[in-house]
C-alpha cells in the first residue's frame, strides 16, 4: 500500500512538473525558411522553358512508356539494389533514435536483487532495491532533443523516398543506353557490310581495268575503320549491360536481354508551377527538415545551460539470517530530488550554443541550394526536351538527304565520274547521321526521365508521397 502511495506521488509531481515546464519555440514555417533561405530568388508564376503542360504533376510516369519488361526491371531493383537498401536502413537508424530521444522523457525504472548463502546451508543476506528517477524538463531540454531527431527521421525518411526515386530514374535511363548499344551495333554492322561491297566492287573493277590499287586500298581502309568501330561499339553494349545489372543486383555478366527498339516518347508531361515544386521534391523536403533538427537542437543546447532537477525514488527489503537489523521498518520507501546546475565548464556549454547556430545557418544554406537547384534541373530538363525534340526531326530530314546521296554516288561512281574516296566520304555521313539520330532519340528519353524525376513526381503508387511539415 506504501509502495502505491509514493508511486502515485512520484507520477503527480512529475506530471505537474511537466505541465509547468516551458513549452517549445517552433521551428521555422515553410514560408518563413523560404523568406530567408531564398531572399535573392524571385520565383515565377510559371517555367521560363516552354514545354509542358501548367497542370498539377501526376504521379506514375514509370507507366508512360508502357514497358512492362523496364517495370519489371525497376521493381527488381527496388528489392535487391544495395544502395537503397542501405538508405532503408538509415531510415530504420533514423527511428531509432527518436525512440532513444523520447524514451529519456519517461521515467527510468531500475531494480536490483542480491542472495547470498553462509557455509553450513541456511540463509545470508536477501535484498530488493527498486528505483526510479525522472528528470524533470522544466526547460524544453529533453523535449528540443526529441523533436530534433524526428525532424531528422522524416529528413531521412524523405532521403529514402528520393532515394527511390533517383533508382527508378536510373534503371529507365541505363535501360535505353542498352538499348541504343544493341542500335548503334546495328548500324555499324550494316555500314560495315556496304563498306565490304564497295571492297569487292573495286576489286572487280581492278581485275576488269577500270580500277587501281588505291582505290582497293582506300575500300580496305575503310572496311578496317568499321571493323574498329564496331569492336568498340561491342564494348560499350557489354559496359551498358553490366551497368544495368549492377543496379538490379545481379552479378555483372552483360548477359541480360534488352529491347531491340527505344520505346515510343510518352505524351507531354504535366508540369505545374515553379512554387509548388519545393513542396513536392523529397530532396527539398529532406533540406528543410534538417533546417528544424538544427533549429531544434539550438533549443536543446541552450536549454542545457540552465539547471537540471530530478525526482527520484526508490524502496527496498533487506532480510538476514544472519545479521539482526536495526531498523526493522521493513520494507523502506524514499523520495526525493536533485539539482544538478552548470556554473563552470570552461565555456563548453555556450560553445555547444555558437555550433549549433552555425549548423543551423548551414542547413539553410542546404536548402537554398537544393531549391535553386530544383528549380534549374527543371528548366534544363524542358529546355533540352525541346531542343532534342527539334534535333530529331532536323537529323531525320538529315538522314533521308544522306540516303539520297549515298544512292547518287554510288551509281557515279560505278560508271566511272567519281572516285570511291567520294563514296566512303558520303557512307561516313550517312553512318554519322544515323548514329547521331539514334544518340539523340535515347536521350530525348532520358530527358524525360530527368524531367520527371526533377518535378518530383512519384513513379508508381507503392509508397506515398513525402510531405513537408
Sequence with gaps: MRARLVL?????????????????????????????????????????????AAAPVADRWLATFD????????????????????????????????????????????????????????GGLNAVFLNASLELDVWGRLRYGEAAAESQSAAVQA????????????????????????????????????????????????????????????????VGSYRDMLRQVELAREQALRALELLLGRYPAAEIAVAQQLAPMPPAVAVGVPSELLERRPDVIAAERRVAAAFNRIGEAKAALLPRISLTAGGSYISSDVFVLQNKSNPAFSFGANLLAPIYQGGV????????????????AVYARTAQRSFAEVENALAGENALRDRDAILGANIIDNTRALELVQIQYR???????????????????????????????????????????????????????
Excluded at 525497376?74 to 544495395?82: D, F, G
Excluded at 538508405?87 to 525512440?99: C, F, N, P, T
Design 415 to 469: 560508271v566511272g565520274s567519281v572516285d570511291l574516296r567520294a563514296v566512303g566520304q558520303s557512307q561516313l555521313a550517312l553512318y554519322t547521321a544515323r548514329m547521331s539520330l539514334l544518340r539523340v532519340q535515347t536521350e530525348r528519353r532520358a530527358q524525360r526521365v530527368n524531367l520527371y524525376l526533377a518535378l518530383g513526381g512519384g513513379f508508381d503508387p507503392a509508397m506515398a508521397p513525402v510531405a513537408a511539415k
Design 67 to 122: 514497358d512492362p519488361v523496364l517495370s519489371e526491371l525497376v521493381a527488381e531493383a527496388l528489392m535487391y539494389n544495395a544502395d537503397l537498401q542501405a538508405a532503408a536502413a538509415r531510415v530504420e537508424q533514423a527511428s531509432g533514435y527518436v525512440a532513444v530521444a523520447s524514451g529519456s522523457i519517461y521515467p527510468s525504472v531500475g531494480l536490483a536483487a542480491t542472495q547470498s548463502g553462509k557455509s553450513g546451508g541456511g
Design 159 to 222: 532521403d529514402y523516398a528520393y532515394a527511390r526515386q533517383s533508382l527508378a530514374a536510373m534503371v529507365a535511363k541505363s535501360w535505353f543506353v542498352a538499348i541504343e548499344a544493341g542500335l548503334q551495333r546495328a548500324i555499324v554492322i550494316d555500314s560495315l557490310h556496304s563498306s565490304e561491297s564497295l571492297t569487292s566492287l573495286a576489286q572487280d573493277r581492278l581485275r576488269i581495268g577500270n580500277g587501281n590499287e588505291q582505290a582497293v586500298a582506300e575500300a580496305r581502309a575503310n
Design 349 to 364: 556549454l555556450r560553445a555547444q550554443v555558437e555550433i549549433r547556430t552555425a549548423e543551423q545557418k548551414e542547413a539553410v
Design 8 to 52: 502515485q506521488k512520484f507520477l503527480a509531481v512529475a506530471a505537474a512538473a511537466a505541465l509547468a515546464g516551458c513549452a517549445l519555440k517552433p521551428a521555422p514555417t515553410t514560408d518563413e525558411l523560404r523568406r530567408d533561405a531564398l531572399p535573392h530568388t524571385n520565383i515565377p508564376p510559371a517555367w521560363k522553358a516552354t514545354g509542358g
